[in-house]
């Protein structure tokens, strides 16, 4: 039976839902769902432990705390789910820093009441994304639709790569997805960045994003750097740059003697495995080759 009642428990499932069209269908999202904007009046079935307000060093400290004493970053609002009476849960099991880890979304499933179905969303590439939209269309009962919404989306991934293979001097790129400590991009960033004609300085390839040294910054020393902070919009990041510029000899980088550092909206584009990854693609080619 095609489900008619779905909760999201991150934002990239909403963007999913909503993108195959299946938005009077969402009957609860999380905390931090603002894509498409209409979905700021369903109701909100999670909470965050951690103040988004505090220092990037604060946040990035109390995460770890968190993770470490195997404390749960997020929590789900039990009650309010059973009143949903969803019968399509969409969550992931990618990152437990990224939204509710999968082991509480179990515990709380084995609560409600029903037998919802359970998806779990684990996508590390771009091809990986555009499945999700499969699977997520599957349970909805709208297979066709998806695959027509994933059609277009790779139809535009396409003329990207026809356009940056044309391209020979590709820039070597940098790309921050947190400044306090630095963290470099994982999972689909490094490839989006290759897809766009760049070459990436110090990313992980299909691997989570790590902790890196400033000395690994000046040592790759990339003509672009692209500020992109996963959570954060474009204001905040410039807000966190000030404070990354005091830490690093900024200025001797050959990305900012070129004038080419980038500081975007992570949150909306680069953070969420959904399908704005494409959008993001497009403006890194157009950043990358203006």
Wanted: aromatic share 6%; charged share 25%; glycine share 6%.
């Amino acid at each position: 039976m095609a489900a008619s009642r779905i909760v999201t428990l991150l934002p990239s499932a909403t963007e999913i839902v909503c993108g195959l069209g299946l938005r009077d269908r969402l009957v609860g999202v999380t905390h931090e769902c603002d894509f498409p904007s209409d979905v700021a009046s369903l109701p909100r079935v999670t909470t965050s432990a951690i103040d988004i307000s505090a220092s990037s060093r604060e946040i990035d400290t109390a995460v770890r705390d968190h993770l470490q004493q195997n404390n749960s970053l997020y929590s789900i609002d039990v009650g309010l789910l059973a009143k949903l009476e969803p019968d399509l849960l969409v969550t992931q099991a990618l990152c437990d820093v990224c939204a509710v880890s999968q082991n509480d979304v179990l515990d709380v499933l084995a609560k409600l009441p029903g037998d919802p179905q359970l998806i779990n969303l684990e996508p590390m590439t771009l091809d990986d994304v555009f499945e999700t939209i499969s699977r997520v269309g599957a349970s909805a009962g709208c297979a066709k639709v998806a695959e027509n919404y994933k059609a277009e989306l790779k139809a535009r991934v396409v003329r990207v790569l026809r356009a940056s293979g044309e391209i020979r001097n590709k820039p070597r790129v940098g790309f921050l997805e947190w400044l306090d400590p630095p963290f470099n991009a994982g999972h689909w960033t490094p490839e989006l960045i290759e897809f766009a004609g760049g070459i990436d300085c110090f990313g992980n390839k299909y691997k989570p994003s790590t902790t890196i040294a400033l000395e690994t910054i000046t040592y790759a020393d990339p003509d672009v750097l692209i500020i992109a902070l996963c959570g954060f919009d474009e204001e905040r990041a410039r807000i966190e740059l000030d404070t990354f510029k005091q830490q690093i000899d900024f200025d001797s980088l050959q990305a900012v003697k070129n004038g080419r550092v980038y500081v975007l909206d992570g949150n909306s584009y680069f953070s969420r495995p959904g399908p704005r990854l494409v959008d993001a693609l497009e403006l890194l080619f157009e950043l990358l080759h203006q």
